[in-house]
């Protein structure tokens, strides 16, 4: 497992954008991200792979976020644009310690997670 630390979050109006970072203290195969609301599952949003930089999205949030790697930095970063009001959620950054030759979009799939990060986006 490695350490994963998150930045970012906060308050936006809808239609706004914000920006989320995720360091990883290690070596990884796969970062992503995952949302959380109040009373609701885990949900994956998107995620990279860092070998071939291949991505996958959730359809909610297809042309509206947007996920990006830096190499030398070993950070992923989550860019989100035209935020909804159902966007809001405790968003966490996760990571594959394995190899993968596909991005994967399963919970199960990511060993690694950091502490989550709140994004709240008012209408």
């Known amino acids: 497992q490695v350490q994963l630390v998150e930045s970012g979050g906060g308050l936006v109006q809808a239609g706004g954008s914000l920006r989320l970072s995720c360091a990883a203290s290690?070596?990884?195969?796969?970062m992503g991200w995952f949302r959380q609301a109040p009373g609701k599952e885990r949900e994956f949003v998107l995620a990279?792979?860092?070998?071939?930089?291949?991505?996958r999205y959730a359809d909610s949030v297809k042309g509206r976020f947007a996920i990006s790697r830096d190499n030398a930095k070993n950070t992923v970063y989550l860019q989100m644009n035209s935020l909804k009001p159902e966007d809001t959620a405790v968003y966490y950054c996760?990571?594959?310690?394995?190899?993968?030759?596909?991005?994967?979009?399963?919970?199960?799939?990511?060993?690694?997670w950091g502490q989550g990060t709140q994004v709240t986006v008012s209408s």
């Open positions: 990279i792979s860092w070998s071939s930089g291949s991505t």
């Open positions: 290690g070596r990884t195969f796969i």
């Open positions: 996760a990571a594959r310690g394995r190899y993968s030759p596909l991005v994967t979009g399963n919970r199960a799939d990511y060993d690694s």
